[in-house]
């Protein structure tokens, strides 16, 4: 396993389009975490899953977005009828849950521009 | 509700000397874990060094190392010797402690990018 992957690794797509990434965390992580990073900002939290559970969502996570996480394994996160303020890298990052695990592996994310 | 605050937009460093990004926190926890990430242009972020808030000792990682100032709520990160790979985007991240309810969800602050100077 070479870590976190995230595709497309690139998408534009035009305003109320749908789009759906992928997120491939590390084989074993039991934790995964979906964050928004746009310009000039620091990554923000928008949801994470304890194996398929989805535990926490953000504010910042409108009805527009839904995530999902079937069977513990892979993530998809679904933007529909995006904005153009929807425009950011979107990280996945995978971590395991345990003590003294407190370690988050990022994946290359996913760059979505809306036009 | 925590905030992590990086008052250095830019930073940069002669190749082979020693540059220090400033982070400051605010919490109301008493345990929690402090980490310097590294952003690198186009690829992933990598941790560079952690911090528990409950050990004293300040973390060392090779060539890169902490001032941990608990009741400052300070968290500086030396980079000493520095190298042409260490240009990046630099972000302080916060998560709670795990133990007393918290998970895993970092917050950011909004990074120091840092140049090294040939």
């Known amino acids: 396993d070479t870590g976190v992957s995230q595709d497309p690794r690139h998408k534009i797509t035009k305003r109320g389009q749908n789009v759906t990434f992928r997120c491939d965390p590390i084989s074993e992580h039991n934790r995964l975490y979906w964050y928004r990073q746009t310009l000039g900002q620091g990554p923000e939290f928008l949801t994470y899953?304890?194996?398929?559970?989805?535990?926490?969502k953000s504010r910042l996570l409108s009805d527009r977005f839904s995530a999902e996480r079937p069977k513990g394994s892979f993530s998809t996160l679904e933007i529909q009828r995006t904005e153009q303020g929807d425009s950011a890298m979107y990280l996945c990052a995978s971590s395991l849950r345990g003590e003294g695990n407190t370690e988050a592996f990022f994946g290359q994310g996913t760059r979505l521009t809306v036009v | 509700a925590q905030t992590v605050t990086q008052s250095q937009p830019e930073m940069s460093v002669q190749e082979a000397e020693t540059v220090t990004l400033s982070c400051t926190y605010d919490?109301?926890?008493?345990?929690?874990?402090l980490f310097w990430y590294k952003q690198p242009p186009s690829r992933q972020m990598i941790l560079v060094i952690r911090q528990e808030a409950y050990k004293q000792q300040n973390a060392t990682e090779n060539r890169f190392s902490v001032n941990f100032q608990k009741a400052a709520k300070s968290f500086s990160l030396k980079i000493s010797d520095s190298q042409l790979g260490d240009a990046a985007m630099y972000f302080c991240a916060y998560h709670p402690d795990l133990y007393a309810g918290g998970n895993e969800k970092l917050t950011f602050g909004t990074g120091t990018r840092l140049t090294i100077i040939p």
């Open positions: 919490t109301s926890e008493s345990d929690y874990y």
């Open positions: 899953f304890q194996n398929e559970a989805q535990l926490e």
